[in-house]
């Protein structure tokens, strides 16, 4: 059987990730970061479905970096213990602070980096499908899928009604106080108008007879049935990393 | 199949403290034709369609109602308490909210009913395709349904009822939200549904209803004020003057007819008002 | 005998709610958009799921706000998925209030958005501490690393920072559903589920 990363294995994967997060050393989980940039570029699996991902993940890169210098500083300044390694510009930097502000900053850069790499490379649609396949109820994944629809369309409606209320006076460049009454007259007809729309859509999908009968028995699909070795081979890993972090706790 | 479609004395109120919405209300629309009710805005006429769909018991359940529906041979006493489709299909008012929002082209967005009644044939594609001929938006298959006009909206909404073939059709003021060439085209579909469904259609305006209904009711307050066919609602149509707006209807007509330049519209109102 | 969780899920979910739902996941999401166009220093960021809590119910709001942190990740906000906990009691305790009849009253909003802070806070704090190391590229780090260069430890200074900032962002969150709710017409509410937790 080959393997190859489907959806399954790809959650692996980010469990895998997670699991050297919370276990491993500072340079190792700084070189899986190393490794995970250079995956985006080199395996198919992990290309960005659209340019939208793709820019996401070249702002998450620059962030990151930012992230990382920002909380090795921030730790090694003020977390006043171990010895001092070094003084800048009046400012004193010590050991116990850096070393903490290294294994903060690579647990969240990667645990981010995870995360990011699977959804920049995972169509919503095609997960929430997956979802189905494994058992989320009819209902939830509509509601995922109304959910996209409504992120394309509420961003433009949220707009018209700011401009509305902005056109009859509303006092949107006034004092904070002022400002926080605005917000009120342009979430209000939005909260209104959307119960008015959920009701008719509910109607709406009743009438075209959702959840009027239950869901039929699934019958596994033959590929559903065959265990994907990379999904088996990456949790074993995770497994043998938390058996062997388990035993090196204990005996500390 | 269509299905004969009976009311007897259906009253209605939305809560016992609330008046009546509809008043010993009594109907007879032969299967396979079209019944329109007309009447102003609060008459009572979606009321009624949602009664006859099953959603006013289900959204409602304080409402206090008695009489008798009856489609085909089914009979209930006062109102159903179940959504009745397949066997009556609603199309509202609002097409773009019966547009489900989470298929991504207008070929899914039809199989969705198919999918939610577990009424998927071995050929999905043909059947749909048939009907969406039928409709004329068969070339809007692989179409996003969100990117439609009004009137191709309206007609992949009523697709998506059509596809279940249901026995009575009830359409919540279908020309709302539609320009004339669309109602040309609601008109031919309507008619090529003759002797197939029953229809039983709600307008505020006259022109739509008396140029596709072989039975027109005319609601006031939720109580019938006339029953009859076309002909004889125009031949009576002064009587009406207080419930539809006959008579800005009737200057219309006549600065039309009055006015050189805009006389050749005239054909056009005749054919909107064309009796079959 | 008590019903299944997917059961009472389900059983919320139905009719208006469902498409509700799904908007205000959206608006978790969007609300952002709202406030930084009013340059208000609010987030907003459980607005949706506080609506439904009080509009629909605890499972729902659960769902709500599970969904609206999921979709934050799937857009560039990876952080958000550690936060599901903290949500979960925000829906859940939101809807346990409103059931008991808090978003009748505004004194009781208030008091409401307080304790729910405070959860928030405490809730989130071990998060905060133990996968972010205290850090959430916030202006209330600097709290954070204050409370820690005075000698405390960094899930105490976590939690002082969130105890700081979290009941006044929940008490505005509240007293904004609050006011949205208290003059919808009552036909609209009685088709959600919570009609009756405004009333």
């Given at each position: 059987m080959r393997a190859n990363l489907d959806l399954s294995s790809k959650l692996a994967l980010v469990f895998l990730l997670w699991v050297c997060a919370f276990t491993l050393s500072w340079t190792f989980q700084f070189v899986l970061c190393l490794l995970l940039v250079i995956a985006r570029f080199v395996l198919p699996a992990f290309r960005p479905i659209s340019q939208r991902s793709a820019a996401a993940f070249s702002k998450f890169i620059l962030y990151s970096i930012s992230v990382a210098v920002l909380v090795v500083c921030l730790n090694a300044l003020f977390i006043k213990s171990g010895s001092m390694i070094a003084t800048l510009l009046g400012f004193s930097f010590y050991e116990d602070g850096l070393l903490f502000g290294l294994r903060t900053a690579s647990r969240l850069i990667l645990l981010s980096f995870s995360i990011l790499m699977f959804f920049i490379s995972t169509s919503l649609p095609v997960l929430i499908g997956y979802l189905q396949n494994k058992g989320l109820p009819p209902y939830l994944v509509l509601m995922l899928?109304?959910?996209?629809?409504?992120?394309?369309?509420l961003p433009s409606r949220i707009h018209q009604i700011f401009l509305a209320q902005q056109a009859r006076g509303a006092p949107v460049d006034a004092g904070v106080f002022s400002r926080t009454k605005a917000l009120l007259s342009i979430l209000s007809p939005l909260v209104l108008s959307s119960i008015v729309e959920s009701i008719e859509r509910g109607t709406a999908l009743e009438l075209r007879g959702f959840l009027s009968k239950p869901s039929p028995e699934r019958q596994p699909e033959q590929v559903e049935t065959r265990v994907n070795p990379l999904t088996v081979c990456l949790y074993f890993i995770s497994i043998v990393i938390i058996a062997y972090s388990i035993y090196r706790w204990l005996n500390i | 199949m269509a299905q004969h479609l009976t009311i007897k004395d259906l009253s209605l109120q939305y809560s016992a403290s609330d008046p009546k919405a509809l008043s010993s209300l009594s109907l007879e629309?032969?299967?396979?034709?079209?019944?329109?009710?007309?009447?102003?805005?609060?008459?009572?006429?979606?009321?009624?369609?949602?009664?006859?769909?099953?959603?006013?018991?289900?959204?409602h359940p304080e409402s206090v109602a008695s009489g008798q529906i009856q489609i085909g041979e089914t009979l209930f006493n006062g109102l159903p308490n179940h959504i009745l489709f397949p066997i009556a299909g609603l199309v509202l008012q609002d097409p773009y909210v019966q547009i489900s929002g989470v298929r991504d082209t207008v070929f899914e967005e039809v199989l969705f009913t198919l999918e939610?009644?577990?009424?998927?044939?071995?050929?999905?594609?043909?059947?749909?395709?048939?009907?969406?001929?039928?409709?004329?938006?068969?070339?809007?298959?692989?179409?996003?349904?969100?990117?439609?006009?009004?009137?191709?909206?309206?007609?992949?909404a009523l697709a998506a009822i059509l596809i279940a073939q249901p026995p009575i059709l009830?359409?919540?003021?279908?020309?709302?939200?539609?320009?004339?060439?669309?109602?040309?085209?609601?008109r031919l579909i309507l008619r090529s549904l003759r002797g197939r469904t029953t229809v039983l259609l709600t307008d505020t305006q006259i022109d739509f209803a008396l140029s596709i209904a072989d039975q027109i009711l005319l609601l006031d307050n939720g109580t019938i004020i006339f029953r009859g066919d076309p002909r004889t609602l125009l031949s009576q149509i002064h009587n009406f003057s207080s419930t539809l707006p006959i008579e800005s209807w009737l200057q219309a007509q006549s600065f039309l007819s009055s006015h050189e330049k805009l006389s050749r519209h005239r054909p056009m109102i005749a054919k909107a008002l064309s009796l079959k | 005998m008590p019903k299944p969780i997917r059961q009472r899920i389900a059983d919320e979910m139905t009719g208006?709610?469902?498409?509700?739902?799904?908007?205000?996941?959206?608006?978790?999401?969007?609300?952002?958009?709202?406030?930084?166009?009013?340059?208000?220093p609010l987030y907003l960021d459980s607005i949706g799921t506080i609506l439904v809590a009080v509009l629909v119910g605890p499972w729902s709001a659960i769902i709500c706000g599970t969904a609206a942190n999921l979709l934050a990740a799937a857009f560039g906000n990876p952080s958000m998925i550690f936060f599901i906990p903290v949500v979960i009691v925000i829906g859940a305790f939101t809807g346990f209030l409103a059931r008991k009849g808090w978003f009748r009253k505004w004194y009781l909003v208030v008091i409401g958005g307080i304790l729910q802070g405070v959860l928030a806070a405490l809730v989130s704090a071990p998060i905060s501490a133990y996968v972010f190391g205290g850090v959430m590229m916030a202006?209330?780090?600097?709290?954070?690393?204050?409370?820690?260069?005075?000698?405390?430890?960094?899930?105490?200074?976590v939690?002082?920072?969130?105890l700081a900032s979290d009941p006044a962002d929940k008490v505005v969150s509240y007293l904004i559903v609050f006011f949205l709710t208290k003059n919808l017409p009552q036909r609209l509410l009685s088709r959600l589920r919570g009609a009756t937790n405004v009333r």
């Open positions: 899928l109304l959910t996209l629809h409504f992120l394309d369309h | 629309v032969e299967a396979g034709s079209c019944c329109a009710i007309i009447g102003p805005t609060g008459a009572g006429k979606s009321s009624l369609l949602h009664c006859l769909a099953g959603t006013m018991r289900r959204h939610n009644l577990g009424m998927v044939p071995q050929d999905p594609r043909k059947t749909i395709m048939s009907l969406l001929e039928r409709l004329g938006i068969d070339h809007l298959a692989d179409r996003k349904p969100t990117s439609l006009s009004g009137g191709e909206t309206q007609r992949v009830l359409l919540d003021e279908p020309t709302t939200a539609l320009d004339s060439n669309a109602q040309d085209k609601l | 208006a709610a469902l498409p509700f739902v799904a908007f205000c996941i959206a608006l978790n999401l969007t609300a952002g958009q709202v406030t930084a166009a009013l340059k208000i202006g209330t780090d600097f709290l954070v690393l204050y409370f820690r260069s005075v000698g405390n430890t960094l899930l105490d200074s939690i002082f920072q969130g």
